[in-house]
């Protein structure tokens, strides 16, 4: 399968389905933007800005976050216990399914 | 004096990044004299800044370098040319004076001028995170403080630490021996910092010398134009109020586009809106190069920003010297006084 499906719940509690290539090296914050989705992606995906923090609202097994992660997620605000970078998440075909939420945004 | 003090030169650089440090090379080869202003200490952004030991891999010429070293290979490659660097100093504001020459003061009070100005700004400056509490900005310099400038203005008073970062421990460390009362604040069990300071922290805190709260965050100040209150959500004991002085919050920092939005360019989503024929922004003059601006088909990628850097000096060559013809010249045919080729 070289394509999935990822829903993704944006600010105004719209439902967006995207459709996901599995074999590019694509991440979730990347694909957000390539949908045109509110996700700024600030720091190019090098997990050094939250600007793609999500909430992990299905019940997937994600590969853990790195130690980049963690500590960016230790300083981002609105944090939860689902709470997942966008851009650490590649898409792999064992995301199929996947539904994500944006976090608020940072002032 | 410093308040007095004007730099003239042909075009100031407003950013020390890859594409500003590159910006100087193009100009150089035009004879165009550059000046840099970066709010960081040192030259090369966000590449010295937050990822100097990161390899990049789609630099022409270079399978792989790591970002420190484009950075050191930049500042040689331009050294012939002798650009003036001022850091650490902030741009503020940015005027046209009556002969046309821009003229740009930073947060020293100096003073810069030149006909043409490079925003090579990238993603802007860095700014503290700011904890997403309402009147937040209310009690800014009333008790709320993003940075320790003055320890010593924490003497003897109440203060609230939030953070689980190296800072946030460091400066709990640091004035548990100045103030009369240290709260660390922190969201989780488990702090991510050093772990000696981590050791520390937990000492200070059986000895009684301060108190650590895990598991909660302030979600809440109060005060009657001094702050005298900070509301903290505990996950399990809920919430409850804590008089304090000061509230520190340590989240690191974050890139902010800064004064550049208050300049009348044209601003589209946090970048500046330029054109592609020479990457000119909205006002004459004034040219956007790098992550910082924004055109159809933008890729924010360092070699972008060069060929947008060697094509914005083209069009400054023409504003600084309108009564001369450009001629352009392969490197590979004149070479570069003071380089010694390798």
């Known amino acids: 399968m070289d394509t999935i499906t990822v829903t993704v719940i944006d600010r105004g509690n719209t439902s967006n389905t995207l459709e996901a290539p599995t074999d590019i090296g694509l991440n979730i914050m990347e694909l957000c933007k390539v949908y045109e989705l509110p996700v700024a992606g600030t720091c190019g995906g090098m997990a050094l800005c939250a600007s793609c923090h999500v909430y992990v609202l299905s019940e997937h097994e994600l590969p853990p976050p790195t130690d980049d992660e963690l500590a960016m997620l230790d300083a981002a605000f609105f944090v939860q216990s689902n709470s997942r970078l966008g851009c650490q998440l590649k898409i792999k075909e064992e995301m199929n399914g996947l539904i994500l939420q944006l976090a608020p945004v940072e002032a | ?342």
């Open chain 2, 1 to 342: 004096m410093d308040q007095i003090q004007t730099v003239e030169t042909d075009i100031i650089i407003i950013g020390a990044g890859p594409v500003g440090l590159f910006a100087v090379f193009e100009a150089g080869l035009l004879k165009l004299r550059c000046h840099i202003i970066d709010v960081l200490p040192q030259p090369g952004g966000q590449l010295t800044e937050i990822y100097p030991k990161k390899p990049i891999y789609d630099i022409p010429g270079y399978p792989s370098v790591l970002a420190g070293d484009l950075i050191q290979n930049l500042l040689r490659q331009i050294e012939p040319f002798k650009p003036g660097f001022s850091l650490a100093e902030r741009v503020e504001s940015l005027d046209q004076q009556s002969d046309g020459r821009w003229c740009v003061t930073t947060n020293r009070g100096k003073r810069y001028t030149a006909p043409v100005i490079f925003i090579a700004g990238g993603l802007g400056c860095f700014e503290p995170r700011k904890p997403p509490i309402d009147n937040i900005t209310a009690f800014e310099e009333n008790g709320v403080e993003y940075f320790v400038r003055n320890p010593e203005m924490f003497a003897e008073k109440r203060v609230v630490i939030a953070g689980g970062g190296d800072s946030a421990l460091d400066w709990t460390i640091y004035l548990a021996n100045i103030a009369k009362e240290i709260t660390l604040i922190h969201r989780r069990t488990e702090f991510r910092g050093a772990l000696d300071s981590v050791e520390k922290v937990q000492q200070l805190e059986h000895s009684k010398k301060i108190r650590v709260v895990t598991n909660a965050q302030v979600v809440g100040l109060k005060g009657d134009k001094k702050l005298e209150f900070v509301d903290i959500q505990h996950d399990t004991e809920g919430l409850f109020s804590l008089a304090t002085d000061f509230f520190i919050p340590l989240f690191g920092l974050t890139p902010k586009l800064g004064p550049i939005a208050n300049w009348g360019l044209a601003i589209n989503n946090n970048a500046v809106e330029v054109n592609t024929f020479d990457y000119a922004t909205s006002t004459p003059g004034i040219f956007a190069i790098g992550d910082i601006n924004t055109y159809p088909g933008k890729l924010k990628l360092i070699l972008c920003g060069f060929h947008e850097a060697t094509l914005a000096c083209q069009s400054a060559f023409k504003i600084v010297h309108p009564d001369k013809k450009l001629s352009f010249k392969y490197t590979t045919v004149t070479g570069i006084e003071g380089m010694v080729p390798s």
